[in-house]
């Protein structure tokens, strides 16, 4: 059977090469920064791949090319999560879906690093200080002084472990089920309140389920320890965010890194924006050069998988929740 690709015209121009190596019968049909595919080019599709180049400038017309392509029959995202109503819609339909979850886990779990190590060392009043041009020296902590708790040990917790394992911190994961590989010390999520109590640092990595929404609300903040350090690269939805701010600005929490919330983007008005202690960053903790170079790369060993009937490690089977 031959199969016709929407793609990004940026992507196919970078991969045609790599691409016609799999399937030299290959057709493609492109989505370009103006204009979007005719009915008639879409009823031909019967593959896609929303690629890193078309978020966010050309994510609708994507999205919507993709559901108005009748034959499409596997839809492959540059994105680790399922949540978003687009996937659901997809899978209604028949269409396989995979994704390139593990390929943005390095460079989310530097992010998280960067939000520790800037908020231990106290990097947002450094920074202050040398706008006021004032010589000011810290006494601060290093973070093998820093019990952190991670909340979802997948690929982007697990690599958060190691490089805290590397800095000599001890973390403490909480995951649904422990298997017992885990690479640090690991609860079952029942165990919430518990790991909120006794860490100085809670990191949010897990994805935006029915179990994880609302996750971390009020009584999970309210048991952190008073100065204690909140991270989340989740999903803005797996927290309360009202408590969070509350507890930021009362002092209860001494500071935060956060990715992702429940409004994108963030509202100008939201007190997040100002707090002295916490570091905003619009959802982009995976966006780097390399991730966008390992999905990208991805795309073609699974097409290469799809062709010859063989497993996708990263499909969906299921419905995703919301």
């Known amino acids: 059977m031959e199969h016709v690709l929407l793609l990004t015209d940026t992507y196919f121009e970078k991969y045609e090469q790599q691409l016609r190596a799999v399937d030299a ?50 839809f492959h995202t540059m994105s680790a999560g399922t949540d978003a ?7 209604d339909r ?14 989310i779990a530097q992010t998280v690093m960067m939000y520790l190590l800037a908020l231990t060392r106290d990097l947002p009043e450094l920074t202050r200080a040398q706008s006021r041009r004032e010589w000011l020296v810290l006494r601060r902590s290093d973070l093998a002084d820093v019990r952190v708790g991670i909340v979802g040990l997948g690929s982007i917790g ?6 805290l394992l590397a800095f000599g ?47 971390i609300d009020a009584s999970v903040i309210a048991a952190m320890p008073a100065g204690a350090l909140f991270v989340n690269v989740g999903r803005g939805e797996i927290v309360d965010e009202p408590a969070l701010l509350e507890a930021l600005e009362s002092g209860h929490l001494g500071g935060a890194g956060l990715d992702v919330f429940q409004t994108e983007p963030l509202p100008a008005e939201s007190g ?13 903790s995976g966006a780097t050069h390399r991730t966008a170079r390992l999905t990208d790369e991805l795309f073609v060993e699974n097409f290469r998988a799809f062709l010859a009937g063989e497993p996708m490690p990263n499909e969906i089977g299921e419905r995703p929740s919301r």
């Open 94 to 107: 028949g269409v396989r879906l995979s994704t390139s979850i593990g390929t943005a886990s390095s460079s």
């Open 158 to 163: 697990t690599e958060v472990a190691r490089l």
């Open 169 to 215: 911190s001890m973390p403490i994961g909480l995951r649904q089920t422990v298997r017992g590989d885990e690479i640090c010390e690991t609860w079952e999520t029942g165990r919430l309140h518990e790991l909120a109590a006794s860490v100085d640092a809670l990191v949010v990595t897990a994805p935006l389920t029915d179990e994880t929404r609302g996750l």
């Open 272 to 284: 997040l924006w100002d707090h002295p202690n916490v570091i905003v960053t619009p959802h982009s």
């Open 25 to 74: 019968t290959l057709d493609v049909v492109l989505i370009e920064a103006t204009g979007v595919p005719t009915q008639s080019d879409l009823d031909r599709v019967t593959v896609a791949f929303f690629s890193d180049d078309a978020w966010p400038d050309r994510a609708r017309s994507f999205m919507e090319a993709s559901l108005k392509s009748p034959n499409l029959t596997w």
């Open 85 to 91: 109503p687009v996937f659901a819609m997809l899978i």
